[in-house]
């Protein structure tokens, strides 16, 4: 009896399932989210020294206002690197710094042409970015350089397959950036009202103009003189198809349809969703795909 248990504990410490057994664990990065997680999924694919954790539920969405949680930080606890977004998206950084002071953290908007955005309130000072630089495939490609260089400096013995996912990847964002050119073309220069300010870099992008924003300040509900101010702004657009988001109400697009008369479609800013590594690539091309519906 003794031996066989003595069989199991080695049988468990193997699989590292035993908390002694700790050391053997491979190393860890930590993406604050979903698109910068499946973004890292690829650069990381196939290599078991360097596990790869989301620090939020992938069903999170944008991380705007966003409250960190005890779980959270839990992740951070034994991570080797922490992977942001950066551009204002991830407002909690400076808590993170305080309790982590040695954690690597890899700012994935490093390299990014960024989008000023405008002021909402008159008592900041400070300039601030659009921080949704993932949609597009360009930034895209820059992010995943950043996260393996990055990736490379913290774990020089995988350099040869890091560089390899790396390269491979581009590829592909950038075969996908090509196809968007090819899809989008015959709308070039088309006015767009969207949920949330998500998509300017894919406007950018592709060409295409949005004309109003329904919710600017990610609230659950819009007050009457806000609505007022969306519908004025699509009426004087010419009245532009609208673009709902998936992990929004559509509430507020539906009252601004019903008094504008303007259509409603959804775009997917791919700030959640499922864990698949492809998931950038179908969900960039769905967008598009609803795009030319809009403007059929
Ligand atoms: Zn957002």
């Known amino acids: 009896m003794r031996r066989f248990t003595a069989f199991l504990l080695v049988l468990l410490m193997s699989f590292g399932i035993l908390p002694f057994a700790a050391a053997a664990e491979p190393s860890r990065m930590v993406a604050s989210f979903y698109p910068i997680y499946i973004l890292a999924m690829n650069v990381l694919d196939g290599i078991e020294e360097i596990a790869l954790d989301c620090m939020t539920a992938p069903d999170t969405g944008c991380l ?3 409250q960190l949680l005890t779980k959270d930080m839990m992740k951070l606890s034994d991570a080797d690197a922490l992977i942001v977004c950066g551009a204002g998206m991830e407002a909690y950084l400076p808590d993170i710094a305080k309790q982590f002071p040695d954690l690597p953290v890899i700012d994935c908007s490093r ?3 960024l989008i000023p ?3 909402h309130d008159d008592d900041e000072d400070e300039q601030e970015y659009n921080a949704h630089t993932w949609l597009d495939p360009q930034n895209a490609i820059q992010i995943v350089k950043t996260i393996s260089e990055s990736a490379i400096e913290i774990f020089p013995d995988q350099k040869d397959a890091l560089q390899q996912n790396a390269n491979a990847y581009i590829e592909r964002l ?3 950036d090509e196809t968007l050119k090819e899809m989008l073309l015959p709308i070039k ?9 998500a998509f300017p870099y894919f406007a950018q992008a592709y060409g295409l103009e949005i004309a109003a924003v329904i919710n600017e ?3 659950n509900t819009l007050s009457p003189a806000q609505l007022t101010q969306v519908i004025e702004a699509v009426k004087a657009a010419g009245v532009p198809p609208l673009f709902t988001e998936p992990q929004y109400s559509a509430a507020a697009a539906y009252a601004v349809a019903a008094e504008t008369g303007a259509e409603i479609y959804t775009l997917d800013p791919l700030a959640s969703g499922e864990i698949d590594s492809g998931a950038y690539e179908t969900g960039m091309l769905a ?3 609803a795009l030319l519906e809009a403007f059929e």
């Open 64 to 66: 705007h206002d966003y």
């Open 111 to 113: 390299g990014i042409n």
């Open 117 to 119: 955005e405008e002021h």
């Open 174 to 176: 950038q075969a996908l």
């Open 189 to 197: 220069g088309k006015r767009i009202v969207t949920f949330h300010e």
């Open 217 to 219: 300040e990610h609230e």
């Open 287 to 289: 967008n598009a795909a």
